[in-house]
């Protein structure tokens, strides 16, 4: 098998993992037999082999261009990646009911703070900005590979959880989704949501630091510059 072959195989696996396990019937029949932590123990071991296997594929995979970027997109990734890393951070300082073992985040009287006033899904939508603004701006076939399926995965997966939050989380679950959204600032600009700035000093902070980090680094890192726009 060629290399990007190989790379084709290990996106496919990447993807399918995701879509096919744990947004599908699979996992309550996983759930079944191995119990609630067994199968989360199952599945993250199963997502970090996976992604183990698509990096070490991208790696080894030729870089044969598909599309020559223009110079000025090359801004994009440095306009788009701190307010993607902000979303991440944002994920993860505040409850989030969509989140594995959440659920009881559903039972607070205003369980949808912070960034989740945003999206319900911030880490995920995170994950499309920064997957999409890297696939625009490198247009070759690894980049293809590895930036699309982590891009498709994260907004099927938006999708997916929805789903199985509406199917399993009654009425709580649909006085949550009545405040927010899934798309970004949906609920707000639908007038069915505000934005508190003291709840997002902190992801704001947070995000722009390992947002600077990571441009420091991103050479040594990488092997390629992040700062291609200013030369």
């Known amino acids: 098998m060629g290399p990007h072959a190989t790379l084709a195989a290990a ?6 993992i995701h879509r096919g396990v744990a947004g599908s019937a699979l996992r309550p029949w996983l759930v079944s037999r191995l119990g609630e932590k067994g199968y989360r123990g199952f599945f993250a071991l199963l997502s970090i082999a996976s992604l ?25 990734p440095l306009v788009v990646v701190p307010v993607a890393f902000v979303l991440v951070v944002g994920a993860f300082t ?13 039972e607070r009287s205003e369980p949808a703070r912070g960034m989740l006033r945003v ?4 880490f ?3 994950v ?12 070759n076939v690894p980049a293809l590979f590895l930036f699309g399926s982590m891009l498709l995965t994260a907004l099927v997966g938006t999708g997916d959880i ?5 199917a399993s989380g009654g009425d709580a679950w649909q006085r949550f989704a009545a405040v927010t959204s899934n798309l970004p600032f949906a609920a707000i600009l639908g ?3 505000r934005l508190v700035a003291r709840e997002l000093w902190l992801p704001l902070g947070l995000g722009l630091v390992v947002a600077g980090v990571v441009l420091h680094f991103h050479t040594s890192w990488f092997g390629l510059s992040a700062l291609r726009a200013l030369r």
């Open 52 to 76: 183990v296997f698509l990096i070490h594929a991208y790696g080894r995979a030729p870089c044969e261009a598909l599309w020559t970027t223009p110079r000025l997109l090359f801004w994009l």
């Open 162 to 166: 929805d789903r199985k939050r509406a």
């Open 191 to 193: 007038g069915r949501n």
């Open 124 to 126: 995920l939508w995170g």
């Open 11 to 16: 996106a496919l696996i990447w993807f399918g």
């Open 94 to 106: 505040v409850p989030n009911p969509t989140a594995v073992g959440g659920e009881k985040v559903l």
């Open 119 to 122: 999206t319900r899904h911030p």
């Open 128 to 139: 499309v900005l920064w997957s999409g603004s890297h696939l625009i701006v490198n247009g």
